[in-house]
Nanobody
Framework: VQLQASGGGSVQAGGSLRLSCTASGVIFSIYNMGWYREAPGKQRELVARISYSDSTNYADSVKGRFTISRDNAKNTVYLQMISLKPEDTAVYYC?????????????WGQGTLVTVSS
């Protein structure tokens, strides 16, 4: 199973980026997908997630600025980020989880760096 994230980069405050994460080796449509981020010196935190049935939820800090979506035909989940702030600077990780009777199947992508300058 591989989760390949891309789309990170450096932008100024107020700018936009779109992250993509493409999965291989899994039946993508049955997985709940998410984006987490890890800033220097901080714990990894949930940014947004989208279930296999397209329900979404967001961290309070990104509500109204970030949008998560998925394209099952392309095995890809997206994170559209607008009005970026310096505090959004972090490594962003793609996450996939499926809950089964015996527990859960969890996979992580390699991370993509987002740097927002003031």
């Amino acid at each position: 199973v591989q989760l390949q994230a891309s789309g990170g980069g450096s932008v100024q405050a107020g700018g936009s980026l779109r992250l993509s994460c493409t999965a291989s080796g899994v039946i993508f449509s049955i997985y709940n997908m998410g984006w987490y981020r890890e800033a220097p010196g901080k714990q990894r935190e949930l940014v947004a997630r989208i279930s296999y049935s397209d329900s979404t939820n967001y961290a309070d800090s990104v509500k109204g600025r970030f949008t998560i979506s998925r394209d099952n035909a392309k095995n890809t989940v997206y994170l559209q980020m607008i009005s970026l702030k310096p505090e959004d600077t972090a490594v962003y990780y793609c996450h996939a989880v499926r809950y089964v009777d015996s527990g859960s199947l969890v996979f992580w992508g390699q991370g993509t760096l987002v740097t927002v300058s003031s």
